[in-house]
C-alpha cells in the first residue's frame, strides 16, 4: 500500500479528496507478464471487447481494488500475476485509486456509491454487444467488495430484473459503515448476484462481520490474527494492522493460480464452536473448496484452517482442527481470537 500521511484522519473523515469519476479506468491484463496490458476509458469498454487480444469465448473477471489503493499496489501484482498463470479468463482490473483515496466515509465510500451505478450501465450496454453475461465474474476486495454488491443490484435493477451477474465473489468486504443499524451504504448479499461466494479473514475490524452471501467462508474463523500474521500494533491501516484483512486476496490469488496440488477443501457448519469439535452439517471434505473453483450451488458457512506462510491452503487436512500452535508459519499464538 502506498504511504498516507495521517491515516487515521482520512479513515475518521477529517481530509476530503475531489471526486471525478471520469478518473476511474479499465486495465486490461492480456499476459504474458503485468507490464502486458492496456488502459481504457471508462467509456471505451467496447474498444477492450475489439482487441484481438479479449477472447469473448473465454470467462471475463472484473478485479476491484479496495480503500486507499491502486494498481501499483501489492494485491494487484499478485492478483494479476495469479490470473495471468490461467489460459481461460480476461482479465480486467478498476483503477479507481483516485476515488478511493481521501477519507473513507466522506470520500471513498460515496464515490464507491456513486461509481456503481455508472459502472453497471457500461456493462449493461457491454452484455448488448458481445460481452456474454454468463461467462463475466466480479471480484473485489474490501470497499471493491461492496461496490461488487452495488453493481450487481443495479444491473438487476436497471435490466428491470431481466439480467443478473452469475458470480460476485467479495474478499473481506468492508465492514465499517455498512453494517450498522442506520449504514451509509447498503451492504453486500446473496441476492446481489446469482452466486455471491465471501471470504472474510477480518471480522468486526475491517472485515464484514457476518455472513452475507450465498456461500460464506470463514478461514481460520474469519477473524484477526490470521495464522503468520504479526501481532496488531494497532496503528490504524500500517501493514501489520491489515495484515488479516489482505490475507483474503492472498488466499484467493492462490486458488486462481492453481500451483498446488493442495487446495483450499472446507466444511460445512454451524459455526467456528462445531468446526473445532468436528461436528458438521454435511461431511464433504473432498469436494468443496475456497475460492477460484469454488462449486456455484452450495450455501451456508463453511470452515477451514491454513498454514501460515505460503502455500497457504491444507487440503483435506484443513478441514480437521488442530491448535493453531501447529500451524505452519504460524506467529503469536497468544494472541489469536480465533482459538
Given amino acids: 500500500m502506498k504511504a498516507v500521511k495521517n491515516k487515521s484522519r482520512l479513515l475518521l473523515g477529517l481530509r476530503k479528496a475531489p471526486a471525478d469519476l471520469h478518473s476511474a479506468k479499465f486495465i486490461h491484463y492480456y499476459g504474458p507478464t503485468y507490464v502486458d496490458s492496456a488502459i481504457y476509458d471508462l467509456e471505451d469498454f467496447q474498444t477492450i471487447l475489439n482487441d484481438e487480444k479479449f477472447d469473448k469465448s473465454k470467462n471475463t473477471v472484473l478485479y476491484l481494488h479496495g480503500y486507499l489503493e491502486n494498481v501499483d499496489v501489492e494485491s494487484i501484482h499478485v492478483i494479476v500475476d495469479a490470473y495471468m498463470k490461467r489460459t481461460d479468463t480476461n482479465l480486467i482490473v478498476l483503477d479507481w485509486g483516485e476515488l478511493a483515496d481521501g477519507n473513507y466515509a466522506f470520500d471513498a465510500v460515496v464515490n464507491a ?24 465474474h466480479i471480484v473485489g476486495h474490501s470497499l471493491g467488495g461492496q461496490m461488487a454488491g452495488i453493481i450487481g443490484r443495479e444491473i438487476y435493477a436497471r435490466s428491470k430484473k431481466t439480467k443478473k451477474l452469475k458470480r460476485v465473489s ?98 460445512k457448519a454451524k459455526d467456528w464452536s462445531d468446526f473445532k469439535v468436528g461436528k458438521l452439517i454435511n461431511d464433504d471434505r473432498e469436494h468443496v473448496v475456497m475460492g477460484h473453483d469454488c462449486p456455484t450451488n452450495i450455501s451456508g458457512d463453511y470452515f477451514l484452517q491454513t498454514n501460515g506462510s505460503k502455500p497457504y491452503a491444507r487440503g483435506v487436512q484443513g478441514t480437521y482442527y488442530i491448535e493453531p500452535k501447529d500451524l505452519p508459519g504460524y506467529l503469536y499464538v497468544e494472541d489469536d481470537l480465533a482459538t
Wanted: glycine share 6%.
Fill in 170 to 267: 467479495a474478499l473481506d468486504p468492508a465492514f465499517p459503515l455498512f453494517y450498522m443499524t442506520v449504514g451509509m451504504a447498503k451492504h453486500l448479499s446473496r441476492h446481489d448476484a446469482e452466486f455471491v461466494d465471501v471470504i472474510h479473514t477480518d471480522a468486526w475490524l475491517y472485515g464484514a462481520p457476518f455472513s452475507t452471501g450465498t456461500a460464506d467462508f470463514w478461514p481460520n474463523a474469519g477473524k484477526t490474527l490470521q495464522p503468520g500474521c504479526p501481532k496488531r500494533n494497532y496503528r490504524m491501516l500500517s501493514d501489520n494492522d491489515l495484515s488479516s484483512h489482505r490475507r483474503s486476496w492472498w488466499f484467493w490469488a492462490e486458488s486462481v493460480a492453481n500451483e498446488y496440488p493442495v487446495k483450499f477443501n472446507c466444511v
Fill in 113 to 136: 456509491k456513486q461509481l456503481g451505478p455508472v459502472l453497471a450501465k457500461i456493462l449493461l450496454q457491454q452484455f448488448d454487444n458481445g460481452l456474454d453475461i454468463e461467462k463475466f
